[in-house]
C-alpha cells in the first residue's frame, strides 16, 4: 500500500509555471507507475500525464503535451510535474495516482481505473 500527498498547486497568471509535487509514503514506490489526473469544475477526471515504474518512459495527454514535464525520482520516493506556459483551461485539481495493476510490458496506462491509489489533489488556477 501506499500513501500521496500533492503539494505546489496555487494561483498563477496565464503564461507562468507551476511544479507540482507528490510525496509517497512505503518502501515500494518503485513497484508502481505513477500518473497526474486533474478534475477541472464540471468537468470529469482527465489524465495529464504518466511514468513507467522505472521513469524511463512517459506518456502525456494532447492537451498538454510540449507543456509539462513528469519526472520521478525513486531514491526520495517523489513524483514531479513541471508545468509551464499555463492556459486558464489547464485551471483544475491535480490528482497524483499509483498504478500497480497495469504490466509493465504493458506500458503507462491513462485510464484512472488502472490506478488504485490516489492522493487528495492540489488546486490549480490559472488566471487570465
Known amino acids: 500500500q501506499v500513501q500521496l500527498v500533492e503539494s505546489g498547486g496555487g494561483l498563477v497568471q496565464a503564461g507562468g509555471s507551476l511544479r507540482l509535487s507528490c510525496a509517497a509514503s512505503?518502501?515500494?514506490?518503485?513497484?508502481?507507475?505513477m500518473g497526474w489526473f486533474r478534475r477541472a469544475p464540471g468537468k470529469e477526471r482527465e489524465f495529464v500525464a504518466g511514468?513507467?515504474?522505472?521513469?524511463?518512459?512517459?506518456l502525456y495527454a494532447d492537451s498538454v503535451k510540449g507543456r509539462v514535464a513528469i519526472s520521478r525520482d525513486n531514491s526520495k520516493n517523489t513524483m514531479e510535474l513541471q508545468m509551464n506556459s499555463l492556459k486558464p483551461e489547464d485551471t483544475a485539481v491535480y490528482y497524483c495516482?499509483?498504478?500497480?495493476?497495469?504490466?509493465?510490458?504493458?506500458?503507462?496506462?491513462?485510464?484512472?481505473?488502472?490506478?488504485?491509489?490516489w492522493g487528495q489533489g492540489t488546486p490549480v488556477t490559472v488566471s487570465s
Open positions: 495516482a499509483a498504478d500497480s495493476v497495469t504490466p509493465a510490458l504493458l506500458g503507462i496506462s491513462p485510464s484512472a481505473g488502472r490506478y488504485d491509489y
Open positions: 512505503g518502501r515500494t514506490f518503485s513497484s508502481y507507475a
Open positions: 511514468i513507467s515504474r522505472s521513469g524511463g518512459r512517459t
